[in-house]
């Protein structure tokens, strides 16, 4: 088949649809809320826990990351002033290896502190809206 064909066919397919109109919506299988029916939740325990486990990425990074830092550069300066050129590549190596190494440990040091930012956040809002829904309740009852 060609695409002219094909193209005239799917024009064909097209226009002896377009008398077709949406109605309704179908139900959802699981109700409200999604599939488990519940409404967005934060797990303050499993947030810490993330957190948490950014934060000592990040430690463990900020030590192991650099360990063959001083040796690297060392050797890349060595080779170079050997007039090999291999040193140039190695320094290229050393020089990605610490910028992939400090965007990691940036991107670490965000997730961590997003975290304990939403946790806390979330708390302070949570609080407040069960305060304001009590004053509420005191309010409908004497007023």
């Keep these: 088949m060609s695409f002219d064909e094909e193209w005239a066919s799917?024009?064909?397919?097209?226009?002896?649809n377009v008398g077709m109109e949406l109605n309704h919506m179908a139900p959802e299988p699981s109700g409200p809320g999604g599939p488990l029916g519940k409404d967005l939740q934060v797990n303050q325990d499993h947030l810490g826990a993330l957190g948490n486990a950014a934060y000592h990425l990040h430690d463990r990074l900020s030590a192991?990351?650099?360990?063959?830092?001083?040796?690297?550069q060392t050797a890349a300066t060595a080779m170079?002033?050997?007039?090999?050129?291999?040193?140039?590549?190695?320094?290229?190596?050393?020089?990605?290896?610490?910028?992939?190494?400090?965007?990691?440990?940036?991107?670490?040091?965000?997730?961590?502190?997003?975290?304990?930012y939403s946790?806390?956040?979330?708390?302070?809002?949570?609080?407040?809206i069960q305060t304001s829904m009590q004053v509420?309740?005191?309010?409908h009852y004497f007023g």
């Design 119 to 128: 946790a806390s956040s979330h708390a302070k809002e949570e609080a407040t």
């Design 136 to 139: 509420t309740a005191i309010d």
């Design 64 to 72: 192991d990351g650099r360990i063959a830092d001083e040796s690297t």
């Design 80 to 116: 170079s002033g050997s007039n090999y050129r291999t040193g140039v590549a190695l320094q290229g190596v050393h020089d990605t290896w610490k910028s992939q190494v400090g965007t990691l440990l940036g991107a670490c040091a965000l997730i961590s502190n997003h975290l304990d």
């Design 10 to 16: 799917a024009r064909e397919q097209a226009a002896r």
